[in-house]
């Protein structure tokens, strides 16, 4: 079974500081890894996906890298915000599921 | 529609009773997942259809738990005689083929008293 593991659990920060949450995944044939945002008692809000053959994807302040042969992914957030605070889950696409880690909780000061 | 609507967003069950969550996915969107999420965790896969296959019921914790989907559109999923542990979040995505960027709805939170 697929195994995702998300480091540091929590990340408190002071506004205006780059970030980096990190991603492992135990078994590299992912069809896809995807980050995803979760705000208290919402649901998740897709922020970036990279294909398996891809290498990194950007959108904004976000950047996202994927090595599969070191079954890793990053998430670099630049110039943190306080609206950035929410949990930061990751989660690989193997076989007919998504593989979810247990999320990074991020706390952006202002 | 615009996003993925679930229904009801909350839902408080005495055990025993059964309950039925429903999930109406973005038009045109063939994948449907559900997945139960825990407080404090990561969601956790429950199952996977495509249309109105249901390809994946690996993660069903019990025979108490039925999803359908036979219209290959709306789903629902039935959970039958309601156990404290059940009380979570359900979540369902959909997308538009296997692979692609699953969007995912606000979740339907469920409390077994």
């Known amino acids: 079974k697929q195994e995702v593991t998300q480091i540091p659990a929590a990340l408190s920060v002071p506004e205006g500081e780059n970030l980096v949450l990190n991603c492992s995944f135990t078994?590299?044939?992912?069809?896809?890894l995807q980050w995803f945002r979760q705000d208290p008692g919402k649901g998740l809000t897709s922020l970036l996906l990279?294909?398996?053959?891809?290498r990194e994807q950007t959108s904004g302040r976000l950047n996202a890298s994927l090595d599969k042969s070191s079954g890793r992914s990053t998430l670099y957030i630049a110039a943190s915000q306080p609206g950035d605070s929410a949990t930061y889950l990751c989660?690989?696409?193997?076989?007919?599921?998504?593989?979810f880690g247990t999320g990074t909780s991020l706390t952006v000061i202002p | 529609g615009a996003g993925v609507s679930q229904s009801p967003r909350y839902k408080v069950a005495k055990r025993g009773q059964d309950v039925a969550l429903r999930c109406d996915p973005i038009?045109?969107?063939?994948?449907l997942f559900w997945y139960q999420q825990a407080l404090g965790q990561g969601p956790e896969f429950l199952t996977y259809?495509?249309?109105?296959?249901?390809?994946?019921k690996s993660g069903l914790p019990s025979d108490r738990f039925f999803a359908e989907r036979p219209e290959g559109s709306v789903s629902t999923l039935k959970i039958q005689r309601t156990q404290q542990e059940d009380s979570a979040v359900y979540l369902c995505?959909?997308?538009?083929?296997?692979?692609?960027?699953?969007?995912f709805g606000p979740g339907t939170r469920l409390t077994v008293l």
């Open positions: 990279i294909q398996s053959s891809q």
């Open positions: 038009s045109g969107h063939v994948s």
């Open positions: 078994d590299s044939a992912i069809y896809n």
């Open positions: 259809f495509q249309n109105e296959a249901q390809l994946d």
């Open positions: 989660a690989d696409h193997t076989g007919n599921q998504f593989y």
């Open positions: 995505a959909s997308s538009l083929a296997s692979g692609g960027r699953s969007i």
